[in-house]
């Protein structure tokens, strides 16, 4: 399926319009947007243009999947929010402050898992979350700890020496870490890369729990299922550049396409002239026909076309529809986002 274009430019500012520019000195209003990135770019020292103006607004206690193949921006955009790299123009705000004039305030909100591992070897699990909280400047909370070690199933793990865990715990510990200073922001940067399936669903749970309790999350994930499963919102990053943002039910039902096959009592050399008007295709084999429909249409057309084949006389034993997926609806964007756009 790739005849489908995009109003990229409705799609790109869906959800804005309701952020107003806020007054100074008032409180965080609860509509306002918990992470507010406007204008965003991104030219590394080599003269590479990694972002090239993001706007993107997340919604407090939402799960926002940022989907976008290798290289596309996503870790820069963490890291930009998170306070690791400098943005080169553009700002950020974290649930009211400024990254860069409040940074400290802003960072406290923020928990972030990075996607690299890199964890302190030779610490016990216990000693870098307790040092993790701390670096925040929270007091010590010994049973928040431990919920949190429990909820990774790593608490028969806290004395032990990272270096001696295997990668998926190391992975844990990082998530643990994240979350020592009770953020309300958490990045989640490819935290199921490497992980195996039990430990996925494990995450998916945890993740789940922590929305429940009010996190707002953000990950970025290659695994489409993983969005798919997870997201309240979905966007796309290619080349430095958020082609989409949207509902992911919005998403999947704007750009969804659904297709009826049906299974032909007598095969058929080619479409009758009478039927030519109808988006029909004939498997190579000439058994089946295949009618491809908008999701979203008033009318599917499928009552007329299955009156129009019998006034024809072409009966059919069998039928079966299937329904286009998001990885389709990516693979598509990052295909022809730049030309829809265009
Ligand atoms: N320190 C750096 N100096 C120069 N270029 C960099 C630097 N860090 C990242 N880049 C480049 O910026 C682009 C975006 O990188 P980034 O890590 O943000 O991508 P990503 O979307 O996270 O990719 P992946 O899915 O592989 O993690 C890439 O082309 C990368 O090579
Ligand atoms: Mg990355």
């Not at 993001?54 to 989907?67: H, K, N, S, T, Y």
Request: hydrophobic residues 40%; charged residues 25%.
């Amino acid at each position: 399926m790739d005849d489908q274009t995009l109003d990229s430019d409705a799609l790109r500012y869906d959800g804005v319009q309701s952020s107003l520019p806020k007054e100074r000195g008032m409180p965080p209003a609860i509509d306002t947007p918990v992470i507010d990135i406007r204008d965003l770019t991104k030219t590394y020292a080599s003269g590479f243009q990694a972002l090239k103006g993001v706007d993107l607004q997340i919604r407090r206690g939402e799960i926002f999947a940022l989907l976008g193949p290798n290289g596309a921006g996503k870790t820069t955009l963490i890291s930009i929010v998170c306070g690791i790299v400098n943005a080169s123009s553009g700002s950020v705000q974290a649930d009211g402050h400024d990254i860069v004039s409040e940074f400290r305030a802003a960072r406290s909100k923020i928990g972030l898992v990075p996607q690299e591992l890199s964890t302190d070897a030779f610490e016990t699990v216990w000693a870098t979350v307790k040092f993790s909280r701390g670096l925040f400047g929270k007091s010590p909370d010994p049973a928040h700890l431990e919920r949190v070690l429990r909820d990774l199933s790593l608490w028969d793990k806290k004395d032990s020496k990272i270096m001696t865990l295997s990668g998926g715990m190391k992975r844990r510990v990082l998530i643990a870490k994240a979350l020592a200073h009770e953020p309300q922001i958490l990045f989640l940067d490819e935290p199921t890369a490497g992980v195996d399936v039990e430990l996925r669903h494990d995450m998916w749970q945890m993740v789940r729990r922590l929305r429940a309790n009010g996190t707002t999350i953000i990950l970025t994930t290659h695994y489409i299922e993983e969005a798919e499963e997870m997201a309240d919102r979905i966007g796309v990053i290619n080349k430095g550049e958020l082609v989409l943002v949207e509902d992911k039910a919005t998403l999947m039902r704007k750009l969804g396409k659904k297709q009826l096959t049906l299974h032909l009592q007598t095969p058929l050399d080619r479409i009758p002239e009478a039927l030519a008007s109808y988006p029909l295709e004939l498997t190579e084999d000439g058994q089946a026909l295949v009618y491809t429909f908008d999701v979203q249409a008033q009318e599917t057309g499928i009552a007329a076309l299955l009156r129009r084949l019998h006034e024809h006389g072409i009966d059919f034993k069998d039928l079966h529809s299937t329904e286009s997926s998001l990885e389709e609806i990516f693979v598509n964007l990052v295909r022809h986002g730049r030309e829809a756009r265009a």
